[in-house]
Every structure is written in structure tokens, then in C-alpha cells.
């Protein structure tokens, strides 16, 4: 199975990550064979707890062990959703939109 790293803008605002939340259980029904990795599940109850780029070395971190990474809409205007694109970018990871593929999602 692949595994694709799904960018959301956070901020700590609570309604984003369950927005991800919603967006990866629609993903899991429309590609079954497919697991997404929202990091705002995984490592967003500790964003308080540690300084911001510690977490985001975790993030990109998580990122470096996925085959793709998929953005959600609004990332451009999301530190965090940047510096996965950078990081991607520089490792010739492959990136996609989600808004692209899942235009409803």
C-alpha cells in the first residue's frame, strides 16, 4: 500500500483538524488501498508542548517516510502546509491537490 501525507492548515484551531479528520475519512472510502496520514492527528495534541519547529521537524519527519504528499485547500496561506511543500519539493516527493483530484472532498 502507499502511504500520502495529507497537509492541512492548523494553526491549533481544533475545527481544522477535524476538517482533516473528515477530508481522510472520505479519502479511505474513495481509495481504499491507499493510507493517509493526517499529522495533525497524529502529532497535533502536543503543537502546545513543544516549540513549533520541533513539531514541524516531526512533521517533515513523518513526511520523508510517505511516497506522496497531498495538500488541502488553503495551504498556501499555512506556515506549516509551506514548509511540507519545501521539504517535498526538495526531495523530489511527489505533491498533488487535493482540491485537483477531489474537487468535493
Known sequence: MKVFY???PYG???KNAEDAKRIVK???KECPNTVFL????ATGFYYNDIPYINGM???IELLSRCDELWLCKGW???KGCCMEYAAAQ??????SFLEDIFPTV
Open 6 to 8: 495529507l497537509a492541512h
Open 12 to 14: 491549533g484551531d481544533e
Open 26 to 28: 472520505k479519502l479511505v
Open 38 to 41: 493526517s499529522p495533525l492527528q
Open 57 to 59: 521537524d516531526h512533521c
Open 76 to 78: 498556501q496561506d499555512s
Open 90 to 95: 526538495i526531495t523530489n516527493k511527489p505533491i
